[in-house]
C-alpha cells in the first residue's frame, strides 16, 4: 500500500483518526525504515489533529476535573487502591488520544507489592527540543481525604494547560506529568513519584530547563490574618492576607522563578503572585514534586496557596470542592499558562 494513503486514511474520523494515526506512525517506522520524511508528515498529522481537541482554560472544565477527582473518585492512595488506579486511568484517558491528543506514557514501578505509575503526556519540541519543561501534580491523597484542593486542583490545572497546549509546536519539549504517592508515607522517600520520574530523567541526561509543581491552588481570603507564615520566611515575602498565589522555590531556581514571575504578571490575571526563593530548610518551601527535582540538580518551583499555612481544611475530610475559589482558581491557571508558555518558548 502507498504510504500516503496509510496516512491519509489515518484522518478519517475524530477521534479514531487519532488513535489509528499513532499506529500508523509505528508502522511506517518499522516496516519502512529510513523514510524520515513519512515520519515527519505523520507526527505533523498527528499534532494537525489533536490541535482540534484545544481548548482555552475556563472554569467549568476546572470544577468537572476537581468534582471528578475529589467527588466521583475521592481518596486515592495505596491503602484505597482502586481509588488510586481509578484516578490514573481517568486522568490517562483524559490527556488521551480521544480527549485531548496526547500519546501517554505510564512510568511503572512496584511499591508495597502494588504496581503504582506516573502518567507522561509529552508535546515535542522543536528547535531546542532536548531542552524540557516539566509541568507535574500528584494525583494521590492522604487518607480519610476527598483531597480536593490536596490536590485535585493541582491536577485540575495539569489537565486545563495540557488541553491549552494541544496540537502545539514549543521551542522546548513540554513533560505533563502526573505524580503517585506524593504524600506520607511515601513523601521524600525512594517511592515518591516524582523522585522516580527525577531520577529517570537525570539518568538518562535529560536537560530539563524548568520544572513547575502544581500543588494545592484553590482556597483564598481577603480576612486579614488569614496567611500565616512559617519560621525563617523574612518579613515582608508575603502579605498577610491570602489573597495571592505563591511562586517558592529554592535561590537554586530563582533565575527561572524571576522568568515566571514576569510572565505571571503580563497575563494580567486577577489574583497576584508573590515569588519567594527560600533555603530549603524552611518548612513548607520543599513541601511537594519540585523538591525531587532540586535533588537531580534541576530548577524548579511549586505554585500553591500555601496549603497548611492558609487552608484550614488541609488533609481533613472536609477537603472537598464546595471549599475552593473556582473564580480566582481560575485566574491563576490562565496566568500559569502564561508562564509555561514563556518557559516553554525562550
Not at 8 to 36: M, N
Not at 290 to 300: D, K, L, R, T, V
Amino acid at each position: 500500500m502507498d504510504q500516503g494513503k496509510v496516512i491519509r486514511a489515518c484522518l478519517i474520523g475524530l477521534p479514531t483518526g487519532i488513535l489509528v494515526l499513532g499506529v500508523a506512525t509505528i508502522f511506517v517506522t518499522h516496516f519502512w525504515g529510513g523514510e524520515d520524511q513519512e515520519i515527519v508528515e505523520a507526527n505533523e498529522k498527528r499534532a494537525e489533529v489533536a490541535g482540534m481537541m484545544r481548548k482555552p482554560v475556563s472554569q467549568s472544565d476546572l470544577e468537572k476535573y476537581v468534582s471528578v477527582l475529589a467527588g466521583d473518585i475521592g481518596e486515592r492512595n495505596l491503602g484505597n487502591y482502586k481509588k488510586l488506579r481509578a484516578a490514573a486511568f481517568w486522568i490517562e484517558s483524559s490527556l488521551g488520544p480521544s480527549n485531548m491528543g496526547y500519546q501517554v506514557d505510564r512510568q511503572k514501578f512496584e511499591v508495597d507489592g502494588e504496581e503504582v505509575w506516573n502518567v507522561v503526556a509529552e508535546l515535542p519540541g522543536l528547535e531546542r527540543a532536548d531542552e524540557i519543561v516539566v509541568v507535574g501534580a500528584h494525583y494521590d491523597t492522604v487518607p480519610d481525604c476527598p483531597g480536593a484542593n490536596d490536590n485535585g486542583t493541582g491536577v485540575a490545572a495539569l489537565l486545563a494547560l495540557a488541553n491549552s497546549f494541544s496540537g502545539m509546536k514549543p521551542k522546548r519539549t513540554i513533560q505533563f506529568a502526573a505524580f503517585v504517592n506524593e504524600e506520607p508515607p511515601y513523601f521524600h522517600t525512594e517511592e515518591m513519584g516524582s523522585v522516580v520520574f527525577a531520577r529517570q530523567l537525570s539518568r538518562q541526561g535529560a536537560r530539563v530547563a524548568a520544572m513547575i509543581s502544581l500543588e494545592t491552588m484553590g482556597f483564598f481570603s481577603d480576612e486579614a490574618g488569614s496567611q500565616r507564615l512559617p519560621e525563617g520566611v523574612p518579613a515582608g515575602s508575603f502579605p498577610d492576607t491570602g489573597n495571592f498565589i505563591a511562586f517558592v522555590g529554592n535561590p537554586g531556581s530563582s533565575a527561572m522563578m524571576e522568568l515566571a514571575g514576569k510572565a505571571y504578571g503580563k497575563a494580567g490575571v486577577a489574583v497576584p503572585a508573590k515569588v519567594a526563593a527560600l533555603p530549603e530548610s524552611v518548612d513548607g518551601v520543599g513541601w511537594s514534586d519540585h523538591w525531587s527535582f532540586w535533588q537531580e540538580g534541576y530548577p524548579a518551583m511549586m505554585v500553591t496557596d500555601t496549603a497548611p499555612f492558609r487552608y484550614p481544611h488541609y488533609h481533613k475530610p472536609t477537603d472537598t470542592p464546595d471549599r475552593i475559589d473556582f473564580s480566582r482558581f481560575t485566574e491563576v491557571v490562565k496566568g500559569m499558562q502564561a508562564v509555561v508558555e514563556e518557559l516553554a518558548n525562550p
